[in-house]
C-alpha cells in the first residue's frame, strides 16, 4: 500500500546527532510519533542510555532537545506492507540535506540495514557529514539483544 510519511521530523537548530530510520512503522503512524511500537527499543534504549525516562512524547521530544539529538527517516513515502522493512518499493527520499543545512549535524546514525542501504542509495556522495550503520532496534532483529544494542549504540553518547 502507498503510504506518505506524515511525522514531522524532530530537530532542532542546536542539534548535532541525526538518528534516521527507514519509514515509521504502521504503530508510530498510528500513535502519530517515532517508534510508537511498544516493542520497538528505540526510547527504552535511550532511556537506558541516558539514565532517564522517556514515556511521553513530550518526555521523548524534550529529551532530544537538550541532549542535541535530531529524528527522522530516510523515506518520505514509499509502498509498504503494514511495517515491514522488507516490503518497501518504489521509496522516495526526505530532504535529509536540508535538515542538516538548518542544523549543526555533525553525525547521523541509521537505524538498521533497510535505512542504510536506502541513504547510502539516494545520498552517498551528496552529504559530507559521517554516517554510522547502526543494528535495529526494531524487535523483529531478534539477533540483537537489549545488552547488545546498548552496546553498539552506546557510541551515540560520545557522538
Not at 118 to 135: A, C, M, N, Q, T
Request: proline share 4%; with cysteine; hydrophobic share 40%.
Amino acid at each position: 500500500m502507498h503510504q506518505i510519511h506524515e511525522l514531522k521530523p524532530v530537530y532542532f537548530k542546536d542539534s548535532e546527532i541525526l538518528i534516521l530510520g527507514s519509514f515509521p512503522s504502521e504503530k508510530s503512524r498510528e500513535t502519530g510519533f517515532y517508534y510508537g511500537h511498544k516493542n520497538n527499543r528505540f526510547w527504552p534504549l535511550m532511556s537506558s542510555l541516558f539514565n532517564v525516562e522517556l514515556k511521553t512524547v513530550e518526555e521523548k521530544i524534550s529529551f532530544l532537545r537538550q541532549n542535541h539529538i535530531a529524528l527522522f527517516d530516510v523515506i518520505a513515502e514509499c509502498e509498504i506492507d503494514l511495517s515491514s522493512d522488507s516490503s518497501i518499493r518504489n521509496a522516495v527520499a526526505n530532504d535529509i540535506p536540508g535538515i542538516i543545512a538548518e542544523t549543526g549535524i555533525r553525525k547521523i546514525y541509521i537505524n538498521g540495514a533497510k535505512a542504510f542501504e536506502l541513504f547510502e542509495k539516494f545520498f552517498k556522495g551528496r552529504i559530507s557529514v559521517p554516517y554510522v550503520k547502526l543494528p535495529s532496534t526494531s524487535s523483529a532483529n531478534a539477533s540483537f539483544s537489549f545488552e547488545r544494542l546498548k552496546e553498539r549504540w552506546s557510541e551515540i553518547r560520545g557522538a
